[in-house]
């Protein structure tokens, strides 16, 4: 005989205890599954609705770390493996060439004078930002 027509499914092993419990009652009470799937979804519907009712407010009320006032600014990024890459990064005006690995960060240079201009990062658009918003913005053809 084939051992997966031996297996129940998990399924009839979630349901075992509620009928056990309904013989030990004598039987003549019978359990109403839909009163237990109501609860559920019930349930369900509030844990959803409080997840979109935070992601409301914190909408709402923006980030919480203050981004105004930053002395430290990201001017640009250059992936040069899976984990490695270069940063240049302006601090208090000089800007600095960094070299970015898992756990590691090292000074390759430091500039007398500015390279790239410093752009206030308030309002930051990656490459994937962009993208996303050209999806998003792509109408269907007819």
């Avoid at 297996?7 to 009652?25: C, D, I």
């Avoid at 600014?73 to 690995?101: E, F, H, N």
């Avoid at 390759?108 to 994937?128: C, Q, R, S, W, Y």
């Amino acid at each position: 005989m084939r051992a997966d027509v031996l297996r129940p499914s998990w399924a009839v092993l979630l349901l075992l205890p509620s009928l056990a419990a309904a013989q030990q009652t004598g039987g003549g009470e019978q359990i109403n599954i839909m009163t237990q799937l109501g609860q559920l979804a019930v349930g369900l519907i509030l844990v959803v609705g409080l997840i979109f009712l935070i992601g409301y407010v914190m909408r709402r009320a923006g980030p919480l770390a203050p981004r105004g006032g930053q002395r430290i600014k990201l001017i640009s990024t250059l992936p040069l493996g899976p984990r490695d890459r270069l940063l240049l990064v302006d601090v208090g005006g000089k800007q600095l060439l960094l070299g970015a690995s898992p756990g590691r960060i090292n000074t390759l240079h430091a500039f007398d004078e500015p390279i790239a201009e410093v752009t206030d990062n308030t309002g930051l658009e990656t490459d994937f930002a962009r993208t996303l918003r050209g999806l998003l913005k792509r109408e269907p053809k007819p």
